[in-house]
C-alpha cells in the first residue's frame, strides 16, 4: 500500500540544539551536563547568545525523549511506525520530520525555506503526491506563517492535522518567559532561573503571546473574550502583552525584551481567527483540542505590572483549549480531544499526550488511510481524581459529528452509576461527574462501566458504547 508523505512540525521548545563546531548536542542536556555545574553554565551561556541566532547553534531534529524517559516526538513516530500505519520514521521517504531553531521567530525566513523545501522534496519523492503535515503545538503557527508567506506552499498540501495549536497565543509561554520552569530534577535540572535566562532570549516564546486584543478579534466561537491576559480590573478587560509591557523588569537591561515583544507584535499581533491566502481557502484543517490537564489558561496583570497565573483542566497541559478551538473557517474542522484515563488492553492507562488519545486513531485511519468520516464520540477519566479515594471522577466526553458539529439530540447514560441521561445540550463535549461512592472495585481493584453515547431521532437513534475502567 502506498503511504501518503508525511511531514511533522514539532512545537516550542521541541527541537533539539547543536554545537556545530563541536559536533555536540546542547539541548536538550544530557544527564551528565545537567549534573556537572560547569557544563550546565556553559550550555545556558551557549543558548543565550551574546549573539542573536543563527550562529554556532543550529537546529536538530523533534527531540524525541527526554533523558531517556519521557517521550515526546518518539510517541507520534511509535504510532505512525505500527503495522496500522507502516511509516518508515528515520532514512525513509514517506516521513521526514522538520526541527526548527525555537530560539528565532516563528516564520524566520530560513525556516520557512526549509520547511518548504522538505515539503516539495518529499512530495517529488512519491510521484507528485501531495503532503499531508503534522503540526504540534507552535509548530501550528510556523506552519500558517509558511502558508501566508509561500503562495505555492498550499498547493504542495493535501491536509493538515493541527494538535494543540495555540492559534490565539498561549499563557505558558508567559509563565516560561517571566518565571521560568524547572527541567528535570535534583541535582540533574535546569532551574527556573536557567530556563527563564534562556526563554527571554527567544524571539518564539514572544511569539507564543496573546495578541493586541485591539487589532485581533480575541473572541471565541460563543461571542465570548478568550480571556488569555487580562487586567486586574473589575470586569478584567483583555489586554495585549506585547504591547502593555509593564510585566518587563525596568532598566536599560531589559531592552532587548521589549524588543522583541515589539518586534512580535509588528508581525503577529494582527491577525485573523481564519488562515486567508490570496489562491483561496488553505488545505482541509483538522484541528485537534485537547482538554483535561492542568493548564495555565488566563494571566492577569495588576496595574504594577505583576502576573499572577489562574490554572484549569481547560487545556491539554501546554495550550488553552480556547485558544487552540480559535481557528475556524470553511477549511477547519475541530475536534475536542478528552486528555486522561483510556481503558488499554483492559487497564485504565494515562494517555497524557494528545496524540497518544485513542480516539486520535480513527482521525489518522480518516486522513493516511482514507478512510470514511463518522461520528467522533470517546470518553476518558480525569488522571487525578481517580487516584484521590477523596474526589469524584470527571468523566469528559466528546460526542461531534465528522465535521466536528454537535450530534443531534446527543446524551449520554452512564450506567451502572445513574440511570438518568445526560444532555449535550447541542455541545460537542461535557464533563460528567461519576460519584465516588458509585465506585465498587472488583477484586483487582478495578472498576468497569460503561458511558452510553446517542443520538439522532427518537426513531432511529445511534449509540455507541464506551468502556470505562477506573483504578478505585
Given at each position: 500500500?502506498?503511504?501518503?508523505?508525511?511531514?511533522?512540525?514539532?512545537?516550542?521548545?521541541?527541537?533539539?540544539?547543536?554545537?556545530?563546531?563541536?559536533?555536540?548536542?546542547?539541548?536538550?542536556?544530557?544527564?551528565?551536563?545537567?549534573?556537572?555545574?560547569?557544563?550546565?553554565?556553559?550550555?545556558?551561556?551557549?543558548?543565550?547568545?551574546?549573539?542573536?541566532?543563527?550562529?554556532?547553534?543550529?537546529?536538530?531534529?523533534?527531540?524525541?525523549?527526554?533523558?531517556?524517559?519521557?517521550?515526546?516526538?518518539?510517541?507520534?513516530?511509535?504510532?505512525?511506525?505500527?503495522?496500522?500505519?507502516?511509516?518508515?520514521?528515520?532514512?525513509?521517504?514517506?516521513?521526514?520530520?522538520?526541527?526548527?531553531?525555537?530560539?528565532?521567530?516563528?516564520?524566520?525566513?530560513?525556516?520557512?525555506?526549509?520547511?518548504?523545501?522538505?515539503?516539495?522534496?518529499?512530495?517529488?519523492?512519491?510521484?507528485?503526491?501531495?503532503?499531508?503535515?503534522?503540526?504540534?503545538?507552535?509548530?501550528?503557527?510556523?506552519?500558517?506563517?509558511?502558508?501566508?508567506?509561500?503562495?505555492?506552499?498550499?498547493?504542495?498540501?493535501?491536509?493538515?492535522?493541527?494538535?494543540?495549536?495555540?492559534?490565539?497565543?498561549?499563557?505558558?509561554?508567559?509563565?516560561?518567559?517571566?518565571?521560568?520552569?524547572?527541567?528535570?530534577?535534583?541535582?540533574?535540572?535546569?532551574t527556573a532561573a536557567d530556563v527563564r535566562r534562556v526563554i527571554r532570549r527567544a524571539q518564539a516564546a514572544y511569539d507564543?503571546?496573546?495578541?493586541?486584543?485591539?487589532?485581533?478579534?480575541?473572541?471565541?466561537?460563543?461571542?465570548?473574550?478568550?480571556?488569555?491576559?487580562?487586567?486586574?480590573?473589575?470586569?478584567?478587560?483583555?489586554?495585549?502583552?506585547?504591547?502593555?509591557?509593564?510585566?518587563?523588569?525596568?532598566?536599560?537591561?531589559?531592552?532587548?525584551?521589549?524588543?522583541?515583544?515589539?518586534?512580535?507584535?509588528?508581525?503577529?499581533?494582527?491577525?485573523?481567527?481564519?488562515?486567508?491566502?490570496?489562491?483561496?481557502?488553505?488545505?482541509?484543517?483538522?484541528n485537534m483540542v485537547g482538554w483535561g490537564t492542568e493548564t495555565d489558561t488566563t494571566c492577569v496583570m495588576s496595574g504594577?505590572?505583576?502576573?499572577?497565573?489562574?490554572?484549569?483542566?481547560?487545556?491539554?497541559?501546554?495550550?488553552?483549549?480556547?485558544?487552540?478551538?480559535?481557528?475556524?473557517?470553511p477549511s477547519v474542522r475541530t475536534m475536542f480531544v478528552p486528555v486522561g484515563i483510556y481503558p488499554t488492553s483492559g487497564?485504565?492507562?494515562?494517555?497524557?499526550?494528545?496524540?497518544?488519545?485513542?480516539?486520535?486513531?480513527?482521525?489518522?485511519?480518516?486522513?493516511?488511510?482514507?478512510?470514511?468520516?463518522?461520528?467522533?464520540?470517546?470518553?476518558?477519566?480525569?488522571?487525578?481524581?481517580?487516584?484521590?479515594?477523596?474526589?469524584?471522577?470527571?468523566?469528559?466526553?466528546?460526542?461531534?459529528?465528522?465535521?466536528?458539529?454537535?450530534?443531534?439530540?446527543?446524551?449520554?447514560?452512564?450506567?451502572?452509576?445513574?440511570?438518568?441521561?445526560?444532555?449535550?445540550?447541542?455541545?460537542?463535549?461535557?464533563?460528567?461527574?461519576?460519584?465516588?461512592?458509585?465506585?465498587?472495585?472488583?477484586?483487582?481493584?478495578?472498576?468497569?462501566?460503561?458511558?452510553?453515547?446517542?443520538?439522532?431521532?427518537?426513531?432511529?437513534?445511534?449509540?455507541?458504547?464506551?468502556?470505562?475502567?477506573?483504578?478505585?
Amino acid at each position: 500500500m502506498a503511504r501518503k508523505p508525511v511531514v511533522f512540525i514539532p512545537g516550542f521548545p521541541a527541537s533539539e540544539l547543536l554545537q556545530s563546531s563541536q559536533k555536540r548536542r546542547i539541548f536538550p542536556p544530557s544527564l551528565a551536563d545537567l549534573i556537572d555545574s560547569d557544563r550546565r553554565k556553559e550550555i545556558v551561556d551557549l543558548l543565550v547568545g551574546p549573539d542573536d541566532p543563527p550562529g554556532d547553534i543550529v537546529a536538530g531534529e523533534p527531540i524525541r525523549d527526554l533523558l531517556g524517559i519521557a517521550k515526546q516526538a518518539q510517541s507520534l513516530y511509535d504510532i505512525l511506525r505500527s503495522n496500522r500505519y507502516g511509516y518508515t520514521t528515520e532514512g525513509g521517504d514517506n516521513f521526514r520530520p522538520v526541527g526548527w531553531d525555537w530560539r528565532q521567530a516563528v516564520d524566520e525566513r530560513g525556516l520557512l525555506d526549509q520547511l518548504l523545501r522538505t515539503i516539495t522534496e518529499l512530495q517529488q519523492k512519491n510521484g507528485g503526491a501531495k503532503v499531508v503535515v503534522i503540526a504540534h503545538s507552535t509548530g501550528g503557527l510556523v506552519l500558517r506563517r509558511l502558508l501566508e508567506a509561500r503562495a505555492e506552499a498550499a498547493g504542495k498540501i493535501e491536509q493538515i492535522l493541527a494538535f494543540a495549536a495555540p492559534w490565539a497565543g498561549n499563557v505558558s509561554a508567559i509563565r516560561s518567559l517571566v518565571r521560568g520552569v524547572q527541567v528535570g530534577f535534583w541535582p540533574a535540572r535546569l532551574t527556573a532561573a536557567d530556563v527563564r535566562r534562556v526563554i527571554r532570549r527567544a524571539q518564539a516564546a514572544y511569539d507564543l503571546f496573546p495578541p493586541d486584543p485591539a487589532k485581533t478579534d480575541m473572541t471565541g466561537l460563543d461571542g465570548r473574550p478568550l480571556g488569555l491576559f487580562a487586567l486586574d480590573q473589575p470586569g478584567r478587560p483583555q489586554a495585549g502583552p506585547l504591547v502593555d509591557l509593564r510585566w518587563v523588569p525596568s532598566g536599560a537591561g531589559n531592552d532587548f525584551m521589549r524588543q522583541r515583544a515589539a518586534d512580535a507584535d509588528a508581525r503577529l499581533g494582527s491577525r485573523t481567527s481564519d488562515i486567508r491566502l490570496p489562491g483561496g481557502p488553505p488545505p482541509p484543517i483538522t484541528n485537534m483540542v485537547g482538554w483535561g490537564t492542568e493548564t495555565d489558561t488566563t494571566c492577569v496583570m495588576s496595574g504594577d505590572g505583576d502576573l499572577a497565573f489562574e490554572s484549569t483542566k481547560e487545556g491539554d497541559g501546554t495550550a488553552v483549549a480556547a485558544s487552540a478551538a480559535w481557528l475556524r473557517g470553511p477549511s477547519v474542522r475541530t475536534m475536542f480531544v478528552p486528555v486522561g484515563i483510556y481503558p488499554t488492553s483492559g487497564i485504565p492507562t494515562l494517555h497524557a499526550r494528545i496524540w497518544d488519545a485513542p480516539p486520535v486513531l480513527q482521525i489518522l485511519d480518516e486522513t493516511l488511510l482514507d478512510r470514511p468520516r463518522g461520528p467522533f464520540v470517546d470518553a476518558a477519566a480525569d488522571s487525578d481524581e481517580m487516584i484521590d479515594r477523596r474526589k469524584d471522577v470527571t468523566l469528559r466526553i466528546t460526542a461531534a459529528d465528522s465535521d466536528g458539529g454537535p450530534l443531534p439530540d446527543a446524551q449520554v447514560v452512564l450506567r451502572g452509576i445513574a440511570a438518568r441521561p445526560l444532555s449535550f445540550q447541542q455541545r460537542v463535549r461535557m464533563d460528567a461527574v461519576v460519584p465516588r461512592a458509585a465506585i465498587r472495585p472488583n477484586a483487582q481493584g478495578l472498576f468497569r462501566f460503561v458511558a452510553e453515547i446517542s443520538w439522532g431521532p427518537a426513531g432511529d437513534r445511534k449509540r455507541r458504547e464506551v468502556v470505562v475502567i477506573l483504578k478505585a
